[in-house]
């Protein structure tokens, strides 16, 4: 099981990227020296206690020396309105490193990371720990939803970008990038992170290649606890039906692709 810790973070930056995308450091010590990529952090939204349910974020990088997380988030509600309005030097209660992550990345093989919109975040820190630096395929419906390239690209990493409309780098979906980065590196392995389709595409076309994807689902989860059940997904089983309903935030949020039953 993993361990969790709770404490009260300061935070340290909170900046707007670019449009509804933030991002915000936080200083926690010991869960930033405890995260791995994939996790997630609880965050209590600050002057929102009357909302009872904390909200999950993924953790977007972890400096364990100087006890600094970092997370991305898009406002998308009140509560990442809300967040956003939280000024440097005041604190929010935290709850963290929760959720099983990523396996590390093989030093032997070609890695290819991919992120949809914002689930580049939670790739980003398993991209941080890569040797040598993995291929970053990051796609969105617009150039508006594509963020984090500088920082992958300091981290050295080849990023290839595609857009639904076509406004920035390749026209079309990013499976499209992955069909042909699949092709240059046919034994690759695979970590993704976006919308629930992209992730299904991502682990069909994975598996049409013998080679198995894992998969980040932390777009489903709500309350983070497992107390509401809204994050269910289907995984394989060995029963009549041949699937059981697991829970992203405690199962997940990262699952071998093999293992997501996709309907």
Not at 43 to 54: C, K, S
Request: glycine share 10%.
């Amino acid at each position: 099981m993993v361990k969790s810790f709770q404490s009260d973070a300061l935070i340290v930056s909170n900046q707007q990227i670019q449009g509804d995308y933030y991002k915000m450091q936080l200083e926690a010590p010991q869960i930033a020296a405890a995260a791995h990529p994939g996790q997630f952090i609880h965050v209590q939204i600050p002057d929102m206690e009357h909302r009872i349910l904390r909200r999950p974020f993924s953790i977007s990088d972890a400096d364990a020396v100087k006890g600094i997380l970092t997370i991305v988030y898009k406002v998308v509600g009140v509560g990442t309105e809300q967040l956003k309005k939280s000024p440097v030097g005041s604190m929010v209660n935290i709850l963290g490193p929760r959720g099983n992550g990523f396996s590390p990345l093989p030093a032997e093989r070609r890695a290819i990371l991919v992120g949809g919109g914002y689930g580049c975040a939670a790739i980003y820190l398993l991209a941080h720990q890569a040797v040598p630096p993995p291929l970053i395929l990051l796609g969105g419906r617009s150039q508006q939803d594509i963020i984090m390239v500088p920082e992958f690209t300091a981290l050295g990493c080849d990023v290839r970008l595609s857009t639904d409309d076509g406004s920035l780098g390749e026209k079309g979906r990013v499976t499209l990038l992955l069909e042909k980065a699949l092709t240059e590196f046919p034994a690759a392995w695979v970590a993704a992170c976006g919308p629930i389709p992209m992730l299904k595409a991502v682990s069909l076309l994975s598996a049409d290649r013998g080679l198995v994807a894992e998969v980040s689902l932390d777009s489903v989860m709500c309350c983070g606890m497992g107390a509401c059940f809204a994050c269910v997904v289907k995984k394989k089983a060995d029963n009549e039906q041949g699937w059981i309903y697991v829970r992203a935030c405690q199962d997940g949020p990262v699952f071998k692709s093999s293992e997501v039953y996709w309907d």
